[in-house]
Structures are given as structure tokens and as C-alpha cells.
């Protein structure tokens, strides 16, 4: 499983990247055959005062690609929240499978 992680109108530090990378770890334990997976943490509202804070998650398995969007006042919190999110799709998804 590749990890691929994009910041949009901002740099990240390493300590964001890495919380966000050993969450990542954790679908792995959801699907077995996830290939690839896309996070990309954006700045929202760059020209008001209130800026939001936005995480996309993109998950590649075969035959299927699943997308959550969250915004939040804090990366950490959009980045949870979606994730929570992606790993409920997951569990449908595989159930979905092992019903058929």
C-alpha cells in the first residue's frame, strides 16, 4: 500500500504528516488489498479571517475507488473524521462482497 500525501496553500510540518500516516496504517487492518491511498490537507477560506481546514482521503482497491471529504477547525480533527468515515465505507464494501 502507497501512502501519497498533498498539502494545498500551506506546508505541513512533520509531526502532522507523521500522525497522519500511522492512521493511514490502520485501513490496512479493514481491507487487505488496498493499493494505494491519496490524503490531500487543504487550506479553505484563504481570504476570510476563518480558515478551514480540509482532508480528502482517496482509497485505491480493485475495481474501486472511495473518496471522503471533512472540514473542521484542526487537520487532526478533518483528518479523523474522515477516515472514520472512509472505514465505515470499507466495512460495507466488504460486506457487500462476502454477501454476493
Request: charged share 35%; proline share 1%.
Amino acid at each position: 500500500m502507497t501512502v501519497k500525501i498533498q498539502t494545498v496553500r500551506f506546508d505541513a510540518d512533520a509531526k502532522l504528516i507523521e500522525y497522519v500516516k500511522q492512521r493511514v496504517q490502520k485501513l490496512y487492518n479493514f481491507h487487505d488489498r488496498i493499493t494505494k491511498v491519496d490524503v490531500f490537507l487543504k487550506l479553505d477560506n484563504v481570504v476570510h479571517n476563518i480558515k478551514d481546514k480540509v482532508a480528502e482521503i482517496k482509497v485505491h482497491v480493485p475495481k474501486q475507488h472511495l473518496f471522503v471529504k471533512q472540514t473542521s477547525k484542526s487537520f487532526e480533527q478533518s483528518f479523523d473524521e474522515a477516515l472514520d468515515s472512509l472505514i465505515t465505507q470499507l466495512k460495507r464494501r466488504k460486506e457487500k462482497q462476502y454477501d454476493l
